[in-house]
């Protein structure tokens, strides 16, 4: 699927968003490599602590329906409607890298300007399983 569609779809997924206290809707779209999509939203708890991001969401979506090859994995938020890019926090970044080493991350705008970079440059000199 096209970049620009797949973030579509994640400036989509945040109108799902639960976010009383951010008021900062994120949306995720994860591209398996048999061509289905896997949304996510930011989901908030009263104990901040528990809010689990948008980009994490759709990947535990995904990996609880059996699913092990990701291609592409598009973040957008509120700040996409100003044409600027949503970037997966650190721990979204290590949790995409556990179970896509090698996946493209799209960001942007689908109406404007869009970034697609690869995991690994994000995320350099990652901790990973083989290092223990
Ligand atoms: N957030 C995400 O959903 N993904 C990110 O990569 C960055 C942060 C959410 C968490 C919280 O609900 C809000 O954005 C503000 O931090």
């Not at 990947?59 to 699913?67: D, N, R, T, V």
Request: proline share 3%; with cysteine; net charge negative.
């Amino acid at each position: 699927m096209d970049s620009r569609e797949l973030l579509k779809i994640a400036e989509e997924a945040r109108f799902n968003a639960y976010v009383p206290y951010s008021k900062f809707r994120v949306g995720a779209a994860l591209l398996t490599s048999d061509g289905k999509v896997y949304t996510g939203c930011n989901i908030e708890s009263a104990s901040f602590g528990a809010t689990n991001c948008a980009e994490r969401t759709a990947i535990f979506k995904a990996i609880s329906e059996g699913e092990k090859k990701f291609v592409k994995l598009a973040v957008a938020s509120d700040n996409s409607d100003k044409n600027q890019p949503t970037w997966p926090c650190g721990i979204c970044r290590q949790v995409i890298v556990e179970f896509a080493d090698d996946i493209q991350i799209i960001t942007g705008s689908s109406k404007g300007d869009i970034i697609e970079i690869n995991i690994k440059d994000l995320l350099p000199h990652y901790f990973a399983k083989g290092d223990f």
